[in-house]
């Protein structure tokens, strides 16, 4: 009679699906601190994180929230307002060399996350990463929105004051949102 050997019980993280360990041990191989990227509904949040015995530890965090005192109105879950939180990361960032760390995302070419991204290698963060997924420049300033809302507020005017009710709210103009990142970036120097 042959015995079968007890199946070992995952991990508890792995079991409620918030770690890949194989995912995580790679990215700890490098031995270089980790650019962690994580996108909720409210906003873009970004951490650099150095691997410790104890645990890790965060070096730096960063959210897209924060954006509103440099001036950005205009949300805090877009592309260029991703593309901002990475450019404020890479500004404040005291490593030379980074790893992304997209966790249990399937990160998508051109995606917000890589607008972050982006937007730290443009601020001088030496992250491992082809340039072939980086959204367009078009994209990460937002030029795609202000010829969206340019058309909205000529065809459908109701609509366009319902879609950017947020931006308008807070003072912004979504027609000029590429001019506004331009202005927070500087700020961000």
């Not at 951490?47 to 410790?52: A, D, P, S, T, Y």
């Not at 015995?53 to 307002?81: C, E, I, M, Y």
């Not at 963060?125 to 507020?153: C, D, M, W």
Request: proline share 5%; net charge positive.
């Amino acid at each position: 009679m042959v015995s079968k050997k007890p199946r070992a019980i995952p991990f508890g993280r792995r079991r409620r699906q918030q770690t890949d360990y194989r995912k995580r041990l790679s990215l700890l191989k490098s031995r270089l601190p980790r650019v962690v990227i994580r996108v909720s509904n409210a906003r873009v949040i970004m951490q650099v994180v150095e691997f410790l015995p104890d645990g890790d530890k965060v070096l730096l965090s960063v959210n897209s929230a924060q954006l509103a005192s440099f001036g950005w109105k205009h949300g805090t879950r877009n592309t260029p307002a991703a593309y901002l939180t990475g450019y404020l990361l890479g500004k404040r960032a005291k490593v030379a060399d980074c790893i992304i760390d997209t966790g249990l995302v399937q990160p998508l070419k051109g995606s917000v996350m890589y607008a972050a991204i982006k937007g730290a290698v443009d601020a001088g963060l030496n992250v491992r990463v082809s340039e072939e997924i980086f959204p367009s420049e078009e994209r990460a300033f937002g030029s795609h929105i202000a010829k969206y809302a340019e058309t909205l507020q000529k065809d459908n005017p109701d609509t366009y004051k319902k879609v950017f009710s947020g931006v308008i709210k807070n003072g912004g103009d979504p027609t000029k949102i590429a001019a506004d990142v331009e202005a927070v970036r500087s700020k961000l120097q």
